[in-house]
């Protein structure tokens, strides 16, 4: 029987080529595009479950509250915290800490016996106990004891052959910084990075007992300031995060009271986030690790998959049931010799299951060849093993299936209740109410486009106001030169003068942040008269005289900083003003103190700068301190040339003539600011492309329905034109019911539209306004695209010999 229903799928399939091509190639390439998503979506779970009990793991974070709000939410927290925990709490079962040294210093790491020293991302120092908590695969040492002793470090595989080459790394040494803070490491182990997906995704690992600033954690004892550690504890089995969450609060107020009120803080919590969701439920938290996804970003791309697949199953819906008629005597006949409904329900949806199944099948190869390109929009790095992986293979079934069913069951439902006798005798077979139907089908079609097109204006707007948005600075020209190490930075003032002699480059300064990166530095400030317990956080950059010329941010009152200036005398943003309430005609006469422990130092500013955006548009200038800075970790190169090949060329050979053994590591500033909105951008261009293939998919129904509804007239058309009818009227009567229905759906769609975007928008502090005409266009785009792909069949139409059409009457 299943043989047979086989058969006569086939055969129908066969028959009618153009509606099974079209049909064949929406289901294809709606079948693709869930496919890519789902591809990239399930990369992006599963970080950090291959850790050992990994559901007994928490990160510790921290809130911090100033004047009843919410002012400071970061993925880390005070030293001491994570240990302190694991002595009050005995559900506790180990307790650990880790923190990037990249955000405070950009050390080299060479082997001990080589020349080439290089800056390596993602370096650690944790404590010994860290591979107690977290699990590695090891291929060189044991992992239970490689932190334990002081100058010890574990390496990545890929850095180990860095470095090593494919000699054996385990027992060798390292040097670790340069100079006179250079310091000789031992390789206590090597481990697998490859293994696991985690938010931690360690290059190296220095044993925080190392001396330097792993000791300065480990004796740092307040439980206020430094929210700079990431604190992680391992509960014992059955225990209960919530509980140990609940008594937090009392454990803070008992340990660190004094220093919350020292550090004038209203309020410190702490919460429990299990490191399963870090990945993914880490929204508008600071300060994480590695670059975290977004879950809501994820639902985003599963729902723009739904709809594209959902299109795709209209398309069939409403070629299946337009051309029922065509089936009307083949339905009579086998009704007549005993068919019942439910056998000719089963052979209509085998149909429709057999063709989306083969369009699964056709999808596979087609995403392996687009994988490249895949990547490339969602700066993922997927492989055909992922495409074969059994949970991909299981959902591809269930797809094929469920959208099989979704597609053929009304078609099936509709055909198989046709009367016989109305099918034989050539009578109307389709009641009205399923041609509304189908209208209203392709009325949520283009619902679903012009929502798309909708979000794609308003998406690539963000994101370009982000790009032309005055920033309070010249990104253009502008290059950042990593400096490093201690003996390049005492020969800042040399290189200044040195690289000031290569044609092509106008300034140069210095500073301990470059444009984009996250400023982590800050101090509590009080106005005179005031107390530490009422101080304001307010972030700190150190630079060099000249720094705002380099990047031309104007000063609004008073001057730049001399060589002769000290570490007492400031410059501060306009925004510290306000938070202050200084005026500006007062600001040179003003001073802000700060205060640690038993010492008060007081600042004078000597001058106001524009307020600048030194981190994200989607935060607010914060309130910001500009001083003195003897060692930076950067130095800024204002360039005008039309050949940057020759003048980096120039500016590496001189760096190489003035600093021994230190890579010349270079970027555009303006490449770096660009990258701190690379979601934005991926999100507009993935909605692009897939906007683009939700509208082809509508096309090609449309394109389909309207040749159906061509042949179904011809006869009509023919008369028309033997009466006089023009051209221009019979593409008309074939095209405005169609019209009409765009019209509606963008009714539908326009409030849809903005209230999702809105939504999306509220996520930036700057943002655009979302403008009526963005709707215009959008439905004005969807009309054009209808009257394109209408227009082109009815003109076919209108212009046939009408002879053909009737000489059978």
Not at 54 to 78: H, L, M, Q
Not at 145 to 154: G, M, N, R
Request: glycine letters at 6%; charged letters at 20%.
């Amino acid at each position: 029987m299943f043989k047979q229903y086989l058969k006569i799928a086939w055969r129908n399939l066969l028959k009618s080529k153009q509606q099974t091509s079209i049909n064949l190639l929406g289901l294809t390439v709606g079948t693709v595009s869930c496919l890519a998503i789902l591809l990239y979506v399930f990369s992006q779970f599963g970080y950090d479950e291959h850790h050992e009990n990994a559901e007994n793991i928490f990160r510790v974070e921290t809130v911090i509250e100033r004047d009843g709000k919410e002012g400071f939410d970061t993925a880390a927290a005070s030293p001491p915290i994570a240990f302190a925990i694991k002595e009050d709490f005995p559900e506790v079962e180990e307790a650990t800490r880790a923190f990037l040294t990249d955000v405070f210093f950009s050390n080299l790491i060479s082997a001990a016996d080589s020349k080439d020293a290089y800056y390596e991302p993602r370096v650690y120092m944790a404590d010994s106990t860290f591979f107690k908590v977290f699990t590695y695969k090891f291929v060189e040492g044991t992992q239970n004891t490689a932190l334990d002793e002081p100058f010890s470090l574990v390496l990545s595989s890929t850095l180990a052959k860095k470095l090593f080459g494919n000699q054996e790394a385990l027992g060798k040494a390292v040097t670790w910084g340069s100079g006179e803070d250079a310091q000789t490491l031992t390789v206590k182990g090597v481990f697998d990075e490859s293994f696991g997906k985690s938010h931690l995704n360690p290059n190296y690992i220095v044993s925080m007992s190392t001396p330097g600033i792993g000791t300065f954690v480990q004796r740092f004892k307040s439980f206020a300031t430094n929210n700079f550690v990431y604190s992680y504890v391992k509960l014992k089995p059955n225990s209960s995060a919530e509980g140990l969450q609940s008594k937090l609060p009392g454990f803070l107020q008992e340990r660190g009271a004094d220093d919350l009120k020292d550090a004038g803080m209203d309020r410190k919590i702490l919460s429990l986030q299990n490191i399963t969701k870090i990945h993914l439920y880490s929204e508008g938290r600071k300060n994480q690790i590695h670059e975290v996804s977004n879950i809501k970003y994820l639902y985003f791309l599963l729902t723009l998959a739904f709809f594209i697949q959902l299109v795709a199953c209209i398309n069939f819906i409403n070629l299946s049931t337009a051309r029922a008629s065509k089936r009307a005597k083949e339905i009579g006949v086998r009704k007549v010799v005993g068919a019942g409904a439910n056998s000719l329900m089963r052979q209509f949806l085998g149909e429709s299951m057999l063709l989306s199944l083969f369009a699964v099948l056709i999808s596979i190869p087609i995403t392996i060849l687009l994988l490249p390109m895949v990547n490339e929009l969602t700066n993922a790095s997927l492989g055909y093993e992922d495409l074969l992986n059994w949970r991909i293979g299981t959902i591809l079934i269930i797809l094929g299936l469920i959208t099989g069913f979704v597609s053929g069951i009304y078609p099936a439902i509709i055909l198989s209740n046709i009367k016989p006798i109305n099918a034989l005798k050539s009578a109307t077979i389709l009641q009205s109410g399923n041609g509304t139907f189908r209208k209203a089908l392709v009325v949520f079609q283009f619902v679903v486009s012009i929502s798309l097109v909708a979000t794609v204006i308003i998406v690539t707007q963000q994101f370009r106001f982000t790009q032309s948005k005055d920033l309070g600075f010249e990104q253009e020209n502008l290059l950042a030169l990593r400096i490093g190490t201690a003996e390049a930075s005492s020969k800042f003032e040399s290189l200044k003068k040195s690289f000031l002699n290569i044609p092509g480059v106008l300034n140069i300064s210095s500073g301990n942040y470059a444009p984009s990166e996250v400023v982590l530095n800050d101090n509590g400030l009080y106005l005179p008269g005031g107390n530490r317990e009422n101080n304001t956080i307010v972030k700190r950059q150190g630079v060099s005289e000249g720094y705002f010329e380099t990047m031309n941010i104007p000063l609004v009152v008073g001057r730049d900083f001399t060589p002769a200036d000290t570490t007492d005398q400031i410059i501060v943003n306009q925004a510290t003003l306000r938070t202050f309430n200084i005026k500006e005609e007062d600001a040179l006469s003003a001073r802000l103190i700060q205060s640690f422990g038993n010492e008060t130092d007081e600042m004078r500013i000597i001058g106001v700068v524009k307020d600048y955006h030194f981190a994200s548009l989607k935060n607010e200038i914060a309130p910001l301190f500009l001083q003195k800075v003897n060692q930076p970790n950067w130095l800024f190169i204002k360039t005008q040339t039309t050949d940057y090949q020759q003048l980096l060329t120039s500016l590496e050979q001189q760096w190489k003539a003035t600093v021994n053994n230190v890579p010349f590591d270079y970027r555009f500033v303006d490449k770096e600011v660009e990258k701190l909105y690379d979601e934005e951008k991926r999100l507009g261009e993935i909605s692009i492309v897939f906007t683009i293939l939700a509208i082809l998919i509508s096309c090609l129904g449309l394109f389909g329905l309207v040749s159906f509804v061509a042949e179904q007239k011809k006869k009509e058309i023919g008369i028309r034109k033997v009466l006089g009818a023009s051209i221009g009227s019979v593409v008309q009567l074939l095209t405005k019911d169609f019209i009409k229905l765009v019209i509606i759906a963008l009714v539908i769609a326009t409030p849809i539209a903005y209230y999702f975007m809105q939504r999306w928008l509220e996520d930036f502090t700057y943002r655009i306004d979302i403008q009526w005409w963005v709707f215009a266009l959008a439905g004005s785009f969807a009309v054009l695209i209808t009257f394109l792909t209408v227009g082109f069949q009815s003109l076919k139409s209108a212009v046939a010999n009408p002879v053909k059409s009737l000489r059978t009457e």
